[in-house]
């Protein structure tokens, strides 16, 4: 087997990392970063760029900048989310044809896998041209809240990208084993909280790691639609307000100015990480009839704090919740790991010590940790790491179930349940002489089905005729390493069964996927 590269495929910034000496290492792309922007760019001169140079000429070409793709992967066109980032991207966001989402760019519409794969194709040249040698295999971090479909479409990203997704493993999880891979004072049992607040996404996960290398992830919670990028959007928002009021002129109709405000935005807040005010100066921002206009402002931390109070607020509740579910109290917890570029807001920490009541540990890199640990478990699975054991018992995010009589959700497998795991439960059928029942798949909390995520459906046909409630249907569970889903159905009378593997009922065909693996092969720039 060759060398497994660990991949965190990030909302902003993506990250590779390989074993080399039995140890993680970061790869520098050929830019020279550690990071890699998310970012994806379709030029006037029909070329395709990624990473730093897609980023770099995005106040020019807004329209064709693709980013941030990361909050639509998986996601259905109609999903309140995807409706909400229309409002505030630069690009089109259009409906495909699997009630997915697609991006037009260039006249071309692509979906968000096909965006992420361009970006995991340039962290797999940039392996291949540090190690000399080809890379196929891969492990692949998603957010612990990520669900089903989000889960799939990641999978299927990999592919088209000439991957071979081995393991697609939780964000806090991969953090979790970066932190205990060098750790000098090895406790034999730790209660681990890993607050995770990235660019597009937020999560709380509560470990418990033992010795022998057992990471058993006890809860989990979070939003798959907060991060950064929203605190970025309020200080846009702040400027723009600002500026219609001095200049009478709405910056919300110019892309390229709202672009250039991005990019002050993002890096006055990373200033203020830092300092307690900074200067947002952009020339030439618009002009009018008498002439051109200059946007010049100061922004405080404690106007950003104010910006941005009820984005920082609404990491509380699933973290109280979290702590909940593993049936813990903050003074348990031995040690909080940050991570994601939003945690070194002052106003994040200090939130995170009110929530735990005790400080954060600050020596590790919250850009880098997961795909660092993502490395130690590629690490693991391909041999490299034989002397270091780990064995993760990791949770499902959201509850699994299906739709039953009157629109109602019945749970077969609880939210935080460990996997793998299986579960199966007898129904029967609603209706008198009724020959075949409609399974719909559903994902989520709520106790209406039309309120969850509907993963799938399948039918179960050739039922005996009988009165209502006679037929015995067995429907069965089952959920794999990777978290991903297998439901079947079984007649006990007949023992026909059907069966379905959950693939991400808003993404792509497996045909359409071999279609843009052959397409991408021989594509990089």
Known sequence: MGKIIGIDLGTTNSVVAIIEGGKPVIIENAEGGRTT????????KGERLVGLLAKRQAVTNPENTIFSVKRLIGRRYTDEEVQKAKKYLPFKLVPGGHTDVKIEAKGKNYSPQEISAMVLQKLKKSAEDHIGEKISDAVITVPAYFGDNQREATKSAGKIAGLNVLRIINEPTAAAFAYKFDKKDKKEYEKVAVFDLGGGTFDISILDIGEEGVYEVKSTNGNTFLGGDDFDQEIIDWLVVGFKKDNGID??????ALQRLKEAAEKAKCELSSSLETEINLPFITADASGPKHLSVTLTR???EQLTADLIESTVKPCYTALEDAKLKAEDIDEIILVGGQTRMPKV????????????????????????????????LGGELKDKEILLIDVTPLSLGIETLGGVATKLIEKNTSIPTSKSQIFSTAADNQSAVDINVLQGERSMAKDNTSLGRFQLVGIPLAPRGIPQIEVSFDIDVNGIVNVKAKDLGTQKEQKITITASSGLTDEEIDKKVKETENLFI
């Open 349 to 380: 920490q200090e939130t995170v010590k009110r929530i735990f009541g005790k400080e954060a540990n600050k020596g590790i890199n919250p850009d880098e940790v997961v795909a660092l640990g993502a490395a130690i478990q590629a690490g693991q």
């Open 37 to 44: 922007p998310s970012t994806v760019a379709f030029t006037k």
């Open 251 to 256: 910056l919300k109709n110019d892309q390229m």
């Open 302 to 304: 404690a106007k950003l």
